[in-house]
């Protein structure tokens, strides 16, 4: 069974960078695409970028071009998101989650999730 764990959280100050991690076990990843997520509180949980495992495609939300970098490494079976220039409103509970069946690029569908890790920005 696939397990998900994301680290890397914390409290950070505005303008402060932060990498986040998701480890990920339970098989062998290969032909897979690894999503990024974010829920602030009191909102619904937002997309915030993709990466394919195999090829290392990404995709972003609008929002999140620039300031934010997923990569992933393969050896370590670990998907990373790289956060710079920290806002307040980038205060959320991140998670990683992996595709599942009949996920396509054009339309990819999550359904193994991470517990999260909380960020939180002040200002």
């Known amino acids: 069974q696939v397990q998900l764990v994301e680290s890397g959280g914390g409290l950070v100050q505005a303008g402060d960078s932060l990498r986040l991690s998701c480890a990920a076990s339970?098989?062998?990843?290969?032909?897979?695409?690894m999503g990024w997520f974010r829920q602030a509180p009191g909102k619904d949980r937002e997309f915030v970028a993709m990466?394919?495992?195999?090829?290392?495609?990404?995709y972003y939300a609008d929002s999140m071009k620039g300031r934010f970098a997923i990569s992933r490494d393969n050896a370590k079976n670990t998907v990373y998101l790289q956060m710079n220039s920290l806002k307040p409103e980038d205060t959320a509970v991140y998670f990683c989650?992996?595709?599942?069946?009949?996920?396509?690029?054009?339309?990819?569908?999550?359904?193994?999730w991470g517990q999260g890790t909380l960020v939180t920005v002040s200002s």
């Open positions: 339970g098989r062998t990843f290969s032909n897979d695409v």
């Open positions: 989650a992996i595709e599942g069946p009949g996920s396509t690029w054009e339309d990819p569908r999550f359904d193994v």
């Open positions: 990466i394919s495992w195999t090829s290392g495609r990404t």
